[in-house]
């Protein structure tokens, strides 16, 4: 069995492979995943990772064709003893002959020739893929909730009658990647999610300017636009929070991705992450009205977020792990 890199510069069809062999692995799971990734934002992922990351992909060919593979993110700001694993998929037809296994032990050696001493990735609470990473000795570290709200079933009524007033604070709205003049506040309220659950052996994230700048770019990269609700505090226009809801620019999933809401530290209590979230899903039903469910992760044990989502009319779509694997 060989296991073959992925020529960045020149890709072929490996990419489009492991794109394919992703998709069918989970399609042959038997439930519903909810909205897979756009081949622009699988891509865009195998190339080049989160902001601050590299990544190393891999593939297996059987018989000339992408057989499975996976991709590596190497964390080199933040973190840079630990790895990701992502996209780590075999064709449904191929697994039970090794295959899964050979790509992860290449994984495990090449963090270990990185000198990282912790392997992160995540899976459905359930099935094949966590029955998998238990096998490999992993453990979780975080489960996390995917809520989706169905638009066309909205009480859109209850959901404006529940918008909260916060003295002293005003709303800021745009659509796409933020201003070059408004990516320092983005940075500032971004850094305010580290206090959201995370492994204990990961450090903060540093939300610089440029990392920002980085990340919003990279949004026509991935194919995908979205809603930005900010608040400020009125009397000096201070950043106070934001909350963030990402489409597929074609618009043919009929899916959103509730991103982050966060406030920062000094500005809670005002109600303003339930204020943000209505205000923006509001928004976007207003200019968005083909957009049929809305999905969002929270962490579990967050059960302030969680209660915010479950007034607003979320209801649970599927739980994740976070596994963890000390080297």
Known sequence: MHIEPIDLGRPGDSIEGLHEAFTAATAASGD????????????????????????????VREDGKVAGGYALELYEEDNQH???????????ELQRRGIGTALFEHAVDRLRAEGRTLLLTETPAGGVGARFAASKGMAVTLTEARSTLDLR????????GMRPEAPGYHLEQWIGPARQELLPDLALVMNGMNDAPHDPDIEEEVHTVERVREREEALALTGRTCYTTVARRTSDGAPAGYTRILL????????????DTTVVREHRGHRLGLLMKIANLLWLHEQEPHIDRVITWNATSNAHMLAINEAMGFTLFDQWNEWRLAL
């Not at 519903?32 to 593939?59: N, Q």
């Not at 630990?82 to 449904?92: C, K, L, S, T, Y």
Request: proline fraction near 7%; charged fraction near 25%; charge should be neutral.
């Open 32 to 59: 519903d995943r909810g909205p897979l990734p756009s081949f622009a934002r699988f891509s865009h992922l195998i190339r080049s990772g989160g902001a601050g990351a590299r990544t190393e992909p891999v593939v």
């Open 82 to 92: 630990a790895g990701w694993i992502f996209a780590f998929a075999v064709r449904p």
């Open 153 to 160: 079933t909205a009480d859109w009524d209850a959901l404006r």
């Open 248 to 259: 597929d620019e074609a618009r043919d999933s009929g899916w959103g991705h509730q991103a």
